[in-house]
């Protein structure tokens, strides 16, 4: 089996077997976050689970990778739901948010006693509904709350929104109607609340705010049924060195989470639960993409070097910033120079990487994109080319966890109509 995978040998094997295109997956990268996480935070908190958020990479393999290590299944479709169970999640450690449920998944899910975190109030009639129907049931949800995190007046959300637009509101009193109608319901209880934010800074200010908004909501009105309080995703991971350097560690943020928790509930005999539930910071990392140089040409007086590969494939947002990359290739014979990396579609703007100067690749040698583990696979549209494979690496074994799509599955003959 082959271990390494900077030799040029390698990559022709690679290539071989699958193709010119294709990602890797570094399984012991995988395991070590989601250790780091969890001692950061179980050291400090006993009570502490990690929900896995699906959606940043819902690869099978990785998210029961994740499972067996202990992760619950953070979804927000029934898609995500079905194939937790699919992989073999107890239904019980399968944790169902979202804006968009419908009646047979909330009936579903309060069945097989999963974790329900209502976003909106269509979803409580639902609840109702369920409740009436299995009167011999305790049913259990939580609410997912939204609240002001502004600093000094300052949006601290993704894209300077001023709000956020997800679940229930509690400063127009939307949360306290909901709790007394659901309060009358004799076998419903609420036992979480959830607060995900999708922060600009991923500060750990915001989470301080998020934890204790959480806490003082659930002493005030739940302090004998709270079970847990959920404070989402949005933090940082480990970070390319050429990212940005002074971002907060897991020991940072658990830090302040778990203070809070147990100042808040230190004197409690049941203490709540604290879930967290990461994606980027669990699987970025984890990815590295690899394409095959087909031709390096000049355009006027400027370098392109065309790929097997995609924007899409690595950078989902499209955005600007150079990912770390390395060259891998036979030989050492190239030329200096300021290069952009193009991508195989019909877009202008298929850019992998934007005036790099060094080496300029040849034709022949692969480029590797690190760092692609989050929102690339899921969010690789079906687009002129069909989706490479995923290999992935544990310890000296390398597999394949996707195939590289044939005509046959991207035009899979029991949906379309020929
Ligand atoms: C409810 C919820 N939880 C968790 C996450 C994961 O966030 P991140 O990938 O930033 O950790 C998201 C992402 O938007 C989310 O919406």
Redesign the pocket.
Known sequence: MHNILSDYQTINYLEKKWGSSFYLLNTNKLRENYKQINSAFKSRYRNFIIGY?YK?NYLPYLCKELSKLGAYA?V?SRLEYDLAIKLGEDPKKIIF?GPLKSRDDIFLALKNESIVNLDSIYEVEFVKEYALNNQNNQIKVGLRLNFDISENGVSALQEGYELSRFGICVENGNMENIISELKDKQNVKIVGLHG?F?TRNRSVENYRKITETLCFLAKEHFPDSIEYIDV????YGELPKSFQTNAPTFDDYADVICKIMNDEWGNFSKKPTLII?????MVANTFTFFAKVIETKVIRDQNFVLVDGSVHNIKPTMHRKNLPMKIVASNEDRKYGIYNIVGYTCMEKDYLAHEVQGEIPNQGDFVSFENVG?YTIVFNPPFIKERPSIVAKDGDEMFVVRKKETLKEFFNENIYAF
């Open positions: 958020s940043t953070e927000v948010n995900h999708s989402g995703g949005g933090m539930e990461p994606g980027i910071s989050a």
